[in-house]
Every structure is written in C-alpha cells, then in structure tokens.
C-alpha cells in the first residue's frame, strides 16, 4: 500500500464553501486537517447601486459588462428583483457584449438561458481579461459594466479606463467573517504558535480574513512568524498575488487552479517542504512593524513586475533600475515653459499639467520610475495652515504653530477630498504613463512637515521645533498625531488612485540624534508605516544624518533612501542587507561632463557589486542648474553599466 504523503502532518485550511470535502481530501492523504471557514458572502441590502446598473443596461447606456464571479450575478438578479422587469434585464444583457472572467459567471449565466460573449481563459485574473479586451473587445469611448465581488480591483479598472472605457462598478456581496468564528481564531493562534506544519488557500479573500483576523485579535507579529516556518500552497495566481502583496510567501502553486490538484500536490511535497522551510533563515526573520493587514488589491498594475519594483522586493534584476528625485524640475526648459504661466501652487493643483511634466521627463531621460509632480507641503493647508510660495523665499507658513494653543487649532485631516487634486495626479500619471513604468505617491514625513509648520518655512537651527519637541511634549505629541495620520490617509489615497509605490521625504531629520529621532519621531514613523496599504513598498529617505540609517528599515517593504553622505555600502550595511536601498550619487556630479558621470557611476555601481536591491539615484534631488544632457547621461551609462554578467 502507498504511505499517505501528508505523513501525519497538520494541514490547515481555510475553505468555506467546499469545507467537508477539503477535510476528506486532506485527511485521505494521510494529513491531520484542521479546516476552518474563514469568509461568508454578504448581500448588499438594498443594493440602489445594482438597480441603477440594471436600468443602465436596459437603456442602452452601458455596451459592455464584466461578470467576475457566478456568485455574484446571481446576487446581481436577486438584489433588483423587486424593482427592475428580471426578463427585460436579462433580454437587455443579451443584447450586449458580456465577457465573464472563468467557468462561474458562464455557468450562472447559462442558468438564466444567456450566453456570453466571451469567456477568459485562465489561470482568469484580470491581466487575462485585459488581453482579452485588446484581442476581442475595443471598449475606447464605451460604458463598461463591472461587476465585482469583494473589493474594487483598482488596477483592472485603471486598465480598462487607460484603453479609453469609462468604467460603472456594481458592488453585490462583500466577504464577512463566519457566524461563528471560533475555528477560524483557533487556526490563526494554531499558526501564530507553531502548531500548523501546511496551510492551503484557495481564494485571495482567505488571506484577507485570516490577516484581519489575526489583526482583531492582535497576533500579526505572531502569525506572520507562524507562517515564516509554515508551507503556505496556493490554489492560483490570484491568491498567489495576494499572498505576495501581504509580503508572505508562496511555497507551492499547482499545476492546475483545483482543490483536488493542490491537496494532491502540496501532500507530495509537504515534507520536504516543511524541512526546507524551518531550516531556512528566513524562518527566523521578524516582522518590525505589525501592520493592519488588510491588502490592497489594486497593487496589480503590469509594472509591479517592473525593474523599479523587483528592486523595491531585493529580487534579481537584469540590470539596476534608475530614476532621480526632481527630475521634473527647473533644470529643464520644458518645465520652465510651463511654470512661467501660472504660480508653482496653481501647477500642483492642476493634475494634467503636472502629468505632463512628469510624463515628459520620463521620456526624455529614459528613467525606470515616475514620481507625481507635487510638493510636500500642499497636505498642510486643509489641516488649517495658511500656506504660500513666496519668490525668491520659497513654501512660508503664515500662521505657523508654537505653543499647545497654537496646536489646538490644528485640524486633523477629515476632508481629505480636499487634496483630490494630487489624487488625481495620481491617476492623470498613471493613464499617462507608459504600462512598464511604476509611479511612485509621496508625501513629507512627519518631523518634516512639523518643522515647516513649527518654524513657518525653512530653517537651519529649528529652534522653534526642537523646544517644542523638548519642552512641550504634550503638543509635539498632539501635532505629530495629526500630522502621521493625515499621511496614513494621504498616501493611501494616492496608493488607491494607481500609484504603485510611495515614498516619504525627511528633508530635515538629519538634525536629530539617533536617541532624539528614537524619541521622538521613530514611533510615528511606525504608526505611518503600520497605517500603509499592505505590500506597497514605501521609500523612506531622510538626509543629513548617517547615524539614522539603522533606524529607517522600519518593515520588510520599507526602502531605504541613502543620501550623499556616506558611502553607499556602508549606509546599505547599516540599514539592514535584508531589505532594498536607494542611492545615492552626489547631485553636483551632474554639474561635471559625461566622461566624469560615467566614471562616477560605474564607481558607485561596482562598490555594491550587483546586489539585488539597489534602485539607483541621486542622493537628494536634481540641482537646477544641471545641464539637461547630463542627466540623460547618467541614465545612459547606468543601464549599459549595470548590465548583470551574462545579460550583455
């Protein structure tokens, strides 16, 4: 007789749905199963939204629709029953070009005597369906129905809005937690102890749940290390993103997107799996920072296989990424022509103008990433500062804050619609911008902006600031509350509008000690990077003060920027070879001549010696008076430089 593969292992699931046949299945194969349902479909109840859908595709009004899920057309015809005619619905869809997203939504359609117009193939995720749309379906100047199950896919709809549709959504069910969560908070302290040799996943909505479970009952550290020594299978690609967009890792997909195929497979596998695993130093990494694990699933966007984000991952690249910090700038005529029509605060508030600037130095330097054209400061304004860009003195805060009275008055950020304008630079970018390119959001960091406010503009002592800082802590904490979680809010608003990466600019932190940065500013910085969207790498980059340098790897997506002051290994040594770097060449290098930036660059490149993770840049941004060639230069002999052996 065959020995049962599993061999007495303990096998955790998640399935709901199917939860009886994955325990017989698991437990054929020789497993101790553990099956707990994780997640449980929710009407929306009354669904306005769906009745409106249905009378738009009545009317003619939408050319297109998108079911994602059987389910959830179903959910579609129940929740407008009672207020729209089911067969002039069902006769309407009919009429018009359906495209369902796997076997499911076909066979629910078939259900109701409809069949679609076209079906994706697998392994059915939405670049598959987008292949699709190009093939088979022109959507340019159409109203496209999208049916979603859950939450909005972020990066499919920008993909149908970049091909010219403009996109109606119809939310029918969410994922709630089981009526009885009991064996699904055992499963997750099971993990979070160690007591779980295999977990399976069959749906991306699992990883969600167990995470949001995990954080409710306050183990995310816990379970994050549980599962560093814990095989985790996925059915899919689907679930697989998932899984790396909530930074864990994936140690087996099988051959097929089935149940069957991955208890099969992981079963086979599982014991060496398990010894491979445990014996790994990764199994003994530990999370920094317990963030709420709740993922965005929008971080889907093709460039997340880009050279820029495999870097900001330390995997392998075929040559080193690079982009500059303000490389839309006054360096360059074309921005220069723009910034003579209106002030520099009206051009950050117009989105288009500031897509174009960016988009035209992408192009013309030939660079691997596009940061949005903004400043740090405008988040300042709807937290009740009287911000003004004055010439020749720069960004100078009218009514600036220096006393617990002072903070009083500051408001916290409740109407963040009021920065719609760098959102939709954000997404003006991303519709601009070539599909291979990442854009990165950004955002002051706390210290920063609460210097600005503190001291009213710039300063070289920030005196006002550190009294406050030493002296009144009460306000200083009060301040940077507000200040870290209109960040939280801002940045993830700028992650929901298409941008794939972010960074967070302490132009000023450099004045602090280590102790004093410990004190008073490190524990912000871990509430920002805990309030983050999950599995968007975040560019923490602080100048002036080496000594900062082990303090700013603050999770496992964070990388870290290098400026000018130290060299580039030492700095990468002190923040941590476990995670990704930017950096970090002198800006006045630019100022020089081809021959003396390529050496400059070939220098720094080979003092790294090609480790995976280097995103090269400069160590601050572009100085305006460099020549425009020599920055191209330096993008050229970085990509002929950087080539990995064997890629020539």
């Known amino acids: 007789m065959k020995q049962a593969d599993f061999a007495g292992l303990r096998v955790a699931a998640l399935e709901s749905r199917r939860a009886d046949d994955m325990q017989r299945l698991i437990e054929r194969q020789g497993g101790q199963a553990f099956v707990s349902p994780s997640m449980r479909e929710v009407p929306i109840e009354p669904n306005r939204e769906a009745i409106d859908f249905a009378y738009r595709v009545i009317t003619g009004e939408i050319n297109v629709v998108i079911l994602m899920t059987g389910v959830g057309f179903r959910y579609l015809l129940r929740a407008i029953e009672r207020h729209v005619d089911r067969q002039r619905f069902l006769d309407a869809l009919s009429d018009v070009t359906t495209i369902c997203r796997g076997p499911k939504p076909v066979a629910a359609m078939r259900e109701v005597g409809i069949q679609p117009t076209h079906r994706v193939g697998e392994p059915n995720t939405w670049r598959e369906l987008l292949q699709l749309i190009d093939q088979q379906v022109p959507v340019a100047n159409s109203t496209v129905g999208l049916q979603e199950y859950g939450v909005t896919n972020s990066s499919l709809v920008a993909g149908l809005e970049a091909r010219g549709a403009t996109v109606a959504n119809v939310k029918v069910y969410g994922w709630e937690f089981p009526v009885d969560t009991g064996p699904l908070e055992q499963n997750v302290r099971a993990i979070a ?136 700038g006054r360096y360059m005529s074309e921005y220069r022509e723009v910034r003579a029509k209106q002030s520099f605060l009206e051009l950050c508030k117009n989105p288009k103008l500031c897509s174009e600037v960016m988009c035209t130095a992408v192009e013309r330097l030939g660079v691997d990433a596009a940061i949005i054209f903004s400043d740090l400061l405008p988040i300042l304004e709807p937290l009740g500062f009287d911000l003004e860009f004055v010439k020749g003195d720069g960004p100078v805060i009218h009514n600036p804050v220096r006393s617990t009275e002072d903070v009083l008055r500051v408001r916290p950020l409740d109407d963040p619609d009021r920065l719609e304008f760098v959102y939709e630079t954000v997404r003006q970018t991303r519709a601009d911008m070539n599909d291979d390119i990442p854009v990165i959001g950004f955002s002051g960091s706390p210290f920063t902006l609460a210097s ?84 968007v790498p975040v560019i923490n980059f602080g100048t002036g003060n080496p000594e900062l340098l082990p303090l700013m790897r603050l999770d496992r997506r964070t990388v870290v920027g290098i400026d000018w002051r130290i060299d580039l290994p030492e700095g990468w040594r002190r923040a941590g070879h476990d995670g990704a770097v930017q950096g970090n060449l002198e800006p006045a290098v630019l100022l020089t001549d081809p021959d003396t930036i390529h050496q400059a660059a070939d220098e720094l490149l080979q003092s790294v010696d090609q480790r995976p993770g280097h995103i090269f840049n400069l160590g601050h941004g572009i100085l305006k008076e460099t020549p425009v060639d020599n920055a191209i230069a330096l993008v050229q002999a970085v990509k002929e430089l950087s080539v990995r052996s064997g890629e020539r």
């Not at 930074?247 to 596998?269: I, Q, R």
């Not at 530990?286 to 889907?300: A, C, K, L, S």
């Not at 960074?503 to 983050?532: A, E, K, N, T």
């Open 452 to 535: 600005y406010a503190i001291e009213g503009g710039g300063s070289r002592q920030y005196t006002h600031t550190k009294r406050m800082m030493f002296a009144d802590l009460d306000a200083w904490n009060r301040l940077m509350e507000i200040l870290s979680d209109a960040i939280v809010v801002y940045l993830n608003r700028q992650i929901d509008a298409g941008a794939q990466c972010v960074q967070l600019f302490d132009s000023w932190v450099g004045c602090l000690s280590p102790s004093h940065y410990r004190q008073f500013v490190l524990p912000w910085m871990q509430r920002i990077l805990g309030g983050i969207t999950p599995g």
């Open 193 to 328: 102890e160690g007591q779980r040799d295999v977990l399976l996943l069959t749906s991306a909505h699992q990883v969600v749940n167990m995470l949001r479970m995990a954080q409710q009952m306050n183990l995310v550290r816990s379970l994050r290390d549980g599962l560093s020594r814990t095989v985790v299978a996925s059915i899919g690609p689907t679930t697989s993103q998932m899984l790396e967009e909530c930074e864990l890792s994936v140690d087996l997909e099988p051959s097929h997107p089935k149940m069957g195929h991955l208890v099969m497979e992981s079963s086979a596998a599982a014991t060496r799996l398990v010894k491979q695993k445990r014996s790994s130093p990764d199994s003994q990494r530990i999370t920094m920072v317990d963030t709420p694990d709740v993922p965005h699933p929008g971080q889907d966007h093709p460039s997340i296989n880009s050279l820029f984000m495999r870097a900001c991952r330390c995997e392998p690249t075929e040559r080193t990424p690079i982009w500059m910090m303000r490389q839309a």
